[in-house]
């Protein structure tokens, strides 16, 4: 497609409900990011993949957060057991970029998550 | 761990005026690259300039400009001719070598007709 797609753009979801949430990158895009953006504040970094690699983690705040790129494309943000400190809206970038190549990032319009 | 710093929450400015955006960060890498992006109403999120930290001149993006300050480790944006669709939160971010991308907590710009 044009650009990063993200499905749900919208999501309620009671506590303790898994949900997921995918990302379309840009096609031919070697990098894939999450990014994690409560109200009023800037995103913060989840997890980052070159192609179907994960190669850091390190911004999942739990266990109960989970990501996958499986074939090098399409990604999917999994929550489980989801709390209310989890609403947030959940950004997907991509770039053509990888290690030293200053890769603009191309963000998706982001999947704002709310739990009740 | 890196960290970027946005000082600013909110900054007004009158249409056509010019106004500076400040961001400071911090590391121990020599080579990176900053950026500036903007982020209107509609949440998507677009590249407005970058910076390679090894380039010693200031990139500039028409009414957009930066002055990269690398030893006292800033990184100020510049909007000359202010419009009505500069209206939005701009986010300061770093980039290492390893690719991630770190924001600061952005500043809010209103403009003022």
């Known amino acids: 497609g044009a650009g990063v797609s993200q499905s749900p753009r919208y999501k309620v979801a009671k506590r303790g409900q898994d949900v997921a949430l995918r990302c379309d990158p840009i096609?031919?895009?070697?990098?894939l990011f999450w990014y994690q953006q409560a109200l009023g504040q800037g995103p913060e970094f989840l997890t980052y993949?070159?192609?179907?690699?994960?190669?850091?983690k390190s911004g999942l705040p739990s266990d109960r957060f989970f990501a996958e790129r499986p074939e090098g494309s399409v990604s999917t943000l999994k929550i489980q057991r989801t709390q209310q400190e989890d609403s947030a809206v959940y950004l997907c970038?991509?770039?053509?970029?990888?290690?030293?190549?200053?890769?603009?990032?191309?963000f998706g319009e982001g999947s704002r998550l709310t739990v009740l | 761990a890196q960290t970027v710093t946005q000082s600013q929450p909110e900054m007004s400015v009158q249409e056509a005026e010019t106004v500076t955006l400040s961001c400071t960060y911090d590391?121990?890498?020599?080579?990176?690259?900053l950026f500036w992006y903007k982020q209107p109403p509609s949440r998507q999120m677009i590249l407005v300039i970058r910076?390679?930290?090894?380039?010693?001149q200031n990139a500039t993006e028409n009414r957009f400009s930066v002055n990269f300050q690398k030893a006292a480790k800033s990184f100020s944006l510049k909007i000359s001719d202010s419009q009505l669709g500069d209206a939005a939160m701009y986010f300061c971010?770093?980039?290492?070598?390893?690719?991630?991308?770190?924001f600061g907590k952005g500043t809010r710009l209103h403009i003022l007709p």
């Open positions: 970038a991509s770039s053509f970029s990888s290690g030293r190549y200053t890769g603009e990032l191309f």
């Open positions: 096609s031919g895009h070697v990098s």
């Open positions: 993949f070159q192609n179907e690699a994960q190669l850091d």
């Open positions: 590391t121990s890498e020599s080579d990176y690259y």
């Open positions: 910076q390679e930290a090894y380039k010693q």
């Open positions: 971010a770093y980039k290492n070598r390893d690719d991630k991308i770190i």
